[in-house]
T-cell receptor
């Protein structure tokens, strides 16, 4: 059974710091891995999607990597800002046809001004 | 630019009551799904649908029913609410065109409390 783990559960950093969020999964048979951002009381916003054949994706100050063989992904945030404060979730798409998504519990990030 | 719309945003029920959570999307997405989010557990898939007339179970389907009569709508029904169903419920949709490697779009959630 696929399990997705995110460490740490919470992280507090000063503004301007570069940081890495970690995601691990137990079964390498995935279609893709997606990173989401969730603001309090809101839904999820897709940040980056890495297909199983890809190694990384970049969008602005965000860079996500994928190592299927080791079951790991990282989300790198450069020059963090207070507006980056949110919960970040990773999710893997699995199952026949890729119709099921397994989520991690998330990392709550707080960027101090 | 509505995207995925969920109603209601908040609801309080008594144990044993029934209710339907509504979800509608205007992006002509074939795939729709329902998740529940509980503290410390991330999101768990309840039911999903790959098109009108087709539904299937996710990780935690017990106590919930779904139907998909149109492409746009995917309601979630609680037939007899239980306190264990207190949670935040999210609806999501995506296209299935080409491959399954398409990002999901989420609604803002329904916060449900069962007393």
């Amino acid at each position: 059974k696929q399990e997705v783990t995110q460490i740490p559960a919470a992280l507090s950093v000063p503004e301007g710091e570069n940081l890495v969020l970690n995601c691990s999964f137990t079964d390498s048979a995935i279609y893709n891995l997606q990173w989401f951002r969730q603001d309090p009381g809101k839904g999820l916003t897709s940040l980056l999607l890495i297909q199983s054949s890809q190694r990384e994706q970049t969008s602005g100050r965000l860079n996500a990597s994928l190592d299927k063989s080791s079951g790991r992904s990282t989300l790198y945030i450069a020059a963090s800002q207070p507006g980056d404060s949110a919960t970040y979730l990773c999710a893997v798409k699995v199952g026949t046809g890729g119709f099921k998504t397994i989520f991690g519990a998330g990392t709550r990030l707080f960027v101090k001004a | 630019n509505a995207g995925v719309t969920q109603t209601p945003k908040f609801q309080v029920l008594k144990t044993g009551q029934s209710m339907t959570l509504q979800c509608a999307q205007d992006m002509n997405h074939e795939y729709m799904s329902w998740y529940r989010q509980d503290p410390g557990m991330g999101l768990r898939l309840i039911h999903y649908s790959v098109g009108a007339g087709i539904t299937d179970q996710g990780e935690v389907p017990n106590g919930y029913n779904v139907s998909r009569s149109t492409t746009e709508d995917f309601p979630l029904r609680l037939l007899s609410a239980a306190p264990s169903q207190t949670s935040v419920y999210f609806c999501a949709s995506r296209t299935t065109g080409g491959a399954s490697n398409q990002p999901q779009h989420f609604g803002d959630g329904t916060r449900l409390s069962i007393l």
